[in-house]
């Protein structure tokens, strides 16, 4: 599945697709529950899950969890708007 693919499942509705545990995560965030994406990206370890609990905790607004979790993750903090961001995360993570 590309980005496209997975951006049409999401706004097609029912199901989301079956995807690892961290794209989930990003599938509840797309559909507008922050809270079910936290907590199911919250029970995940490793790189991939931190990179997006990093980016929820951005868009939450709590910029010092964001680092913190952005560091977890290998990654440099993002500067990019959130939808961009979104989509660097689930491309890569496809």
């Known amino acids: ?5 997975f951006k049409a499942a999401l706004a097609a ?3 989301p697709p079956a995807v690892s ?3 989930a ?3 509840l965030d797309a559909r507008g529950d922050w809270d079910a994406a936290h907590r199911t990206v919250q029970a ?3 790189p991939e899950a931190a990179w997006v609990h990093a980016y929820l905790h ?3 607004g709590d910029l010092s969890n964001a680092r913190y979790w952005y560091d977890r993750s290998g990654r440099p ?3 990019s708007p959130l939808a961009e961001e979104w989509d660097e995360i689930a491309a890569t993570l496809l």
């Open 1 to 5: 599945m590309n980005l496209e693919a």
């Open 13 to 15: 509705g029912g199901e």
């Open 21 to 23: 545990g961290p794209l």
């Open 25 to 27: 995560a990003l599938a």
């Open 44 to 46: 995940i370890e490793g």
């Open 58 to 60: 951005r868009k939450e």
């Open 77 to 79: 903090p993002s500067t």
